[in-house]
């Protein structure tokens, strides 16, 4: 797929050949590139409505999604280190914090640039519903003044719990998305 996940897909029945039709039924595991471990997750077996209007079907599971999100939290693509230029770029220095939290404001009298690392502490969840799938991400945020001596303090850490759903939709043939914050 990238540098950092491989896909590994099988047959998981014999191709069912009928007039005008193929079924093609695979299992595709996602892992991190050159480990491949067993994901913790089970496949569970699901079916698509039988539908015969278009030229090409394609379905994903779950176990799809969730051995993406384990091969890419494995990979550490969950990681993320927003740079001093950034945050700068976007106005974000001690001074907004400070604002927010008193204890910042008394550390650092003159505003500073900061840098923030954010990063998954477990597997991102995965979950398929009707209209849409929902992700739930557990991490962390750890908030970094960048002194004028370019040396960083660590100024706080803070937990985050983030749940979106995202729906998919198809307009003028182009496949949308839409994603909401649900807490």
Not at 108 to 131: F, R, W
């Amino acid at each position: 797929i990238d540098d950092l996940a491989e896909i590994d897909y099988s047959l998981s029945s014999l191709p069912a050949v009928f007039q005008p039709f193929i079924n093609l039924d695979l299992k595709g595991i996602v892992y991190p590139t050159g480990n491949y471990t067993a994901p913790p997750y089970m496949a569970a077996p699901f079916t698509i409505p039988d539908q015969r209007d278009s030229m090409l079907y394609l379905a994903f599971s779950e176990y799809f999604f969730q051995t993406s999100s384990f091969a890419y939290y494995t990979a550490g693509a969950f990681n993320v280190t927003i740079a001093e230029e950034t945050c700068s770029y976007y106005n974000i220095s001690t001074e907004i914090f400070g604002s927010i939290i008193p204890e910042v404001a008394k550390y650092s009298v003159t505003p500073n640039p900061v840098m923030l690392k954010i990063m998954a502490t477990e597997i991102p969840n995965i979950s398929l519903e009707q209209d849409s799938f929902t992700v739930e991400i557990q991490g962390s945020m750890e908030v970094f003044a960048v002194l004028p001596d370019s040396t960083t303090q660590s100024l706080f850490t803070m937990n985050i719990t983030a749940n979106t759903s995202i729906a998919l939709n198809i307009f003028d043939q182009k496949l949308m998305g839409s994603l909401c914050l649900n807490r």
